[in-house]
């Protein structure tokens, strides 16, 4: 009666423990690093014509059990920030990103870099046949009406926050990342040599910057797959209060 009463708790036990592993996060798969069909799309409404630039900042390599930017890889191996970002937590590397993004924006320009460029047609601007690792992009040409993207670092491949799989084609759309020309001011009348001259007008308008949110960053991660811990972690506990209720039982 006591072995029944033993083999249904240890039953109960492993089931529940089971149940709150399958809970967990999903596993993070490793990314293909020979992949070179990877491709960017850029969704901008409402803009129409002018040029994205595209630079390859980083590739990601592997190092024992986890994956890091490699710039050695990428457009700017010489340049001292490009080689700050490997070293980067993602939430650091997230809020960084504005401020990186533009000084290797005036590197880029300064050492006369050629990147690779798309026009903005029906809204949208595609780099296609590209590999694994982080992208600069900025606007080097505004839009017929005068907007302009404020340049963002983009890694690919980016992690589907549900399945955890990785998504080699990225689709983006940086709303909050678009500058607006001022508006032309003209005054109501034309003030005489008589009247005191009027101070120039600076018209003001907000930049907007860009603030990625954590789905354009993309920190490679370590390679160990999690999934096999909480399940060994709950065969242990079941091991051990199997020993336990054994001992007792033999004991009475």
């Known amino acids: ?5 033993f083999i249904r708790l240890a039953l109960a036990l492993t089931l529940a423990l089971l149940t709150v592993a399958s809970a967990l996060p999903p596993a993070l798969a490793a990314p293909d690093l020979d992949k070179k069909d990877c491709s960017i799309t850029l969704d901008l409404k409402g803009m129409e014509g002018g040029t994205i630039a595209l630079y390859k900042v980083a590739g990601v390599k592997q190092e024992d059990a986890n994956y890091i930017y490699d710039v050695s890889k990428g457009d700017f191996p010489d340049s001292d920030t ?17 401020t990186l993004s533009a000084i290797l924006v005036k590197e880029a320009d300064t050492k006369k870099l050629s990147p690779r460029t798309a026009s903005i047609n029906g809204g949208k601007a595609a780099f296609k046949d590209l590999s694994v690792g982080l992208y600069l992009l900025y606007q080097t040409t505004a839009s017929k009406d005068g907007k302009k993207l404020t340049p963002f ?3 690919v491949p980016q992690r589907d926050p549900k399945t955890g799989a990785e998504i080699y084609a990225v689709s983006a759309a940086p709303k909050s990342g678009i500058t607006t020309p001022p508006p032309s001011v003209t005054p109501s009348h034309t003030p005489t040599p008589t009247h005191t001259p009027w101070p120039s007008y600076t018209p003001y308008y907000p930049t907007v910057t860009y603030t990625p949110g954590k789905s354009y960053v993309y920190l490679p991660q370590t390679g160990q ?3 096999p ?11 051990v209060i199997s020993g336990l209720l054994l001992r007792r039982s033999k004991e009475d």
Do not use: F, Y
Request: no cysteine.
């Open 225 to 227: 797959l999690w999934w």
């Open 1 to 5: 009666m006591r072995k029944r009463r």
């Open 229 to 239: 811990v909480p399940v060994l972690a709950a065969l242990g506990v079941v091991l």
């Open 153 to 155: 670092l983009l890694s």
């Open 82 to 98: 490009a080689k700050r970002i490997p070293g980067m937590s993602e939430s650091e590397l997230d809020k960084q990103n504005p």
